[in-house]
T-cell receptor, first 114, second 116 residues
Framework: KQEVTQIPAALSVPEGENLVLNCSFT??????LQWFRQDPGKGLTSLLL?????REQTSGRLNASLDKSSGRSTLYIAASQPGDSATYLC?????????????FGKGTKLSVKP | DGGITQSPKYLFRKEGQNVTLSCEQN?????MYWYRQDPGQGLRLIYY???????QKGDIAEGYSVSREKKESFPLTVTSAQKNPTAFYLC???????????????FGSGTRLTVV
């Protein structure tokens, strides 16, 4: 069964710091991996989508990498800002028992202090 | 702009009552999904539909029902059989695998359901 793990569960950093969020998954037979942001009480906003054939995707200060063979992805946030404070969710599409649906990790709650 | 609309934003349910959550999309996506989010448990799949008039149970379908009469709409009914319905409910859509595998999911803004 596909399982997604995100470490750390929570992270607090001072403004301006570069940071890395980690995501691991147990079955490498995925179609794609998606990073989302969720603000308190809100829906999910898609940040980056990496297809299984890709190694990384970039959007502004965000860079996501994918190592499918080792079952790992990282989300790199450069020059963090207080507005980056949110919960970041990693999700993979595909893998054992998923029926091709999206399987989520529990998220990393990020707090960026001014 | 294309997107997913969930309504209402907040919903209150009395004991023994059925309530229906609305989800509409204008992205021309084939597949639609309902997830439940509880603190500390992440998102769990309730039901999904890949085509009109067809749907499948997810991991936690007991106490819920859905319909898919139109491509754009996928309402979720929380029945009185769901013993712990208080949660945040999220609707999503995507293209089905086999057509455009690279497509990601798009989510609505959610409905918070509370039992009173």
């Amino acid at each position: 069964k596909q399982e997604v793990t995100q470490i750390p569960a929570a992270l607090s950093v001072p403004e301006g710091e570069n940071l890395v969020l980690n995501c691991s998954f147990t079955d490498s037979a995925i179609y794609n991996l998606q990073w989302f942001r969720q603000d308190p009480g809100k829906g999910l906003t898609s940040l980056l989508l990496i297809q299984s054939s890709q190694r990384e995707q970039t959007s502004g200060r965000l860079n996501a990498s994918l190592d499918k063979s080792s079952g790992r992805s990282t989300l790199y946030i450069a020059a963090s800002q207080p507005g980056d404070s949110a919960t970041y969710l990693c999700a993979v599409r595909g893998g054992g028992g998923s029926q091709g649906n999206l399987i989520f990790g529990k998220g990393t709650k990020l707090s960026v202090k001014p | 702009d294309g997107g997913i609309t969930q309504s209402p934003k907040y919903l209150f349910r009395k004991e023994g009552q059925n309530v229906t959550l609305s989800c509409e999309q204008n992205l021309n996506h084939d597949a639609m999904y309902w997830y439940r989010q509880d603190p500390g448990q992440g998102l769990r799949l309730i039901y999904y539909s890949q085509i009109v008039n067809d749907f499948q149970k997810g991991d936690i379908a007991e106490g819920y029902s859905v319909s898919r009469e139109k491509k754009e709409s996928f309402p979720l009914t929380v029945t009185s059989a769901q013993k712990n319905p208080t949660a945040f409910y999220l609707c999503a859509s995507s293209m089905v695998l086999g057509t455009r595998e690279g497509y990601g999911y798009t989510f609505g803004s959610g409905t918070r359901l509370t039992v009173v």
